[in-house]
């Protein structure tokens, strides 16, 4: 992108503007160890706050400039920061970028400050001290020491965790999960391999309170009043199927009937929902004291995931499919389960599914907000929901689902006699043709034997059926 265009754009994670730089240099210096510490970005100076182009002074002699801006930095930052100082001209107006590029050797701050008071990070377009949190995370980056794989033996594994997780992990792969590949995850270390690291605390559900997800449906297009909320605890992976489901319960739906079969047919594309809920899950800043949050409002689902984007890594090329990782072990483990199909390509396999969802959908849009980003997926029209059905008056249901279900559900019953225990089974089926029976008991409060009861029922009665494995195969509704 040309300079004029980037000006026109604003500050930002990595651009900011001077209109002369101030003789005090720690007022500069700071975004400098900032961009260092992050993404990398320039500092333009000759441009205002209001994006004026006003060009460097007259008298200013750049070749001098230049070399007082690198003296500043080398005398005022620790480690050694790498940058470059270029001129250019728009129309009349001359203009000196001071390009810093991403370093690795974090965390970068002002000597005289000291590490703890002097580290500074870029957020949105501000330049902020970094807290313990941020600092943490810096300075594991330049050891190359993820959270994730840190050992945590204040969180006590039981074989009856070990078990979980391999009963769990084997429903979702392809295979039987043992505590050897819990081992070779990076879940397990230690001589005895019975101390659980940071990633097997978080993929248990026992990491702290703030490792869940928390999900609301909000009236109107903003925060004020709550329709409907929950909060999702337990295992990572039960917390992922409990918020995509939330979802798919409040947003609009359609059926597509050919004959004694039927599709679902949502309003936006649902994959992209349950990919984007995953991303938060994986690349989350789990030193931070806040938790993911999904929210659907009349106009869009919004999911804010704690922290930026790690390192180095911008949104523009989060989006052409470059990773970083900020948790490697949580990643690798839920790929080699089958969750996720790649590392890199998440936001890029994401955007795609919007843009190729529907003629005119609106695209994915995101947003980094302070220490948090955040993803947007827009509704093709609003949804209003009525003033007399806030809180308690109303269902869980958004009403076109109520409508859609009521009419299955009666049709049902009308030639087939079910339990209450195998409609609600039915109900999560159609919601999420790949549930597993452990997500059926916990979504519908029945018993494992009820379920199980329940699933050859409707077999036998010919309203589902099973495709594919046994471990990685899906529901089909043959019959309404």
């Not at 109900?427 to 059926?440: A, F, G, V």
Request: charged share 25%; aromatic share 6%; glycine share 6%.
């Amino acid at each position: 992108m040309a300079l004029y265009d980037e000006i026109q754009e604003g500050e930002s994670r990595t651009l900011e503007f001077k209109a002369e730089l101030p003789k005090d240099s720690e007022k500069w210096i700071k975004t400098v160890v900032a961009f260092a510490n992050g993404a990398g970005g320039k500092i333009v100076v000759g441009v205002n706050d209001e994006r004026q182009i006003v060009g460097l002074s007259k008298d200013t002699d750049i070749f001098e400039l230049k070399d007082a801006i690198a003296d500043t930095i080398a005398q005022m930052c620790e480690p050694q920061i790498m940058f470059d100082i270029t001129a250019e001209k728009i129309d009349a107006a001359q203009l000196l970028i001071l390009r810093v590029y991403p370093c690795n050797a974090t965390p970068y701050y002002i000597k005289k400050q000291g590490r703890k008071n002097g580290t500074y990070i870029r957020l949105g377009a501000t330049t902020r001290p970094a807290d313990w949190t941020a600092l943490d995370e810096l300075q594991f980056r330049g050891k190359r020491i993820f959270y994730d794989s840190l050992a945590n033996p204040s969180i006590k594994i039981t074989n009856k965790d070990i078990n979980s997780l391999c009963k769990e992990f084997s429903e979702k792969a392809d295979r039987k999960i043992t505590s050897k590949d819990l081992i070779n995850f990076g879940l397990l270390v230690g001589e005895d391999h019975k101390t659980g690291t940071n990633a097997c605390a978080i993929l248990l559900g026992k990491h702290d309170f703030t490792s869940r997800i928390q999900c609301a449906r909000f009236k109107g297009v903003d925060r004020t009043f709550f329709i409907d909320k929950k909060e999702f605890e337990g295992s990572l992976c039960s917390q992922i199927d409990g918020a995509y489901n939330f979802v798919l319960t409040h947003i609009n739906m359609a059926l597509e009937i050919s004959g004694i079969a039927h599709k679902e047919i949502y309003e936006i594309p649902v994959a992209a929902i349950r990919e984007l809920i995953i991303n938060a899950a994986v690349h989350r800043n789990y030193q931070m004291t806040s938790s993911i949050q999904v929210a659907v409002y009349d106009d869009r689902v919004e999911i804010t995931s704690p922290g930026t984007l790690y390192g180095s890594l911008t949104i523009e090329e989060a989006v052409d499919g470059h990773s970083a990782l900020r948790n490697p072990v949580l990643a690798r483990t839920l790929e080699k389960i089958g969750v996720t199909e790649g590392w890199g390509s998440g936001l890029k396999r994401i955007t795609r599914l919007c843009k190729d969802y529907a003629p005119g959908f609106r695209p994915l849009e995101i947003k980094e907000l302070g220490d948090i980003i955040r993803f947007n997926i827009y509704r093709p029209q609003a949804v209003s929901v009525p003033d007399d059905t806030i809180n308690d008056k109303v269902p869980n249901n958004d009403t076109i689902n109520d409508t859609i279900n009521d009419t299955i559900n009666d049709t049902i019953n009308d030639t087939i006699n079910l339990s209450d225990s195998e409609l609600k089974i039915l109900n999560q089926i159609k919601n999420d043709c790949k549930i597993t029976r452990e997500t059926l008991i916990a979504n519908t409060g029945c018993s494992d034997s009820t379920v199980a009861r329940g699933l050859k029922s409707l077999q036998q009665k010919g309203i589902i059926s099973r495709e594919g494995a046994k471990k990685n195969g899906s529901w089909v509704v043959t019959k309404l």
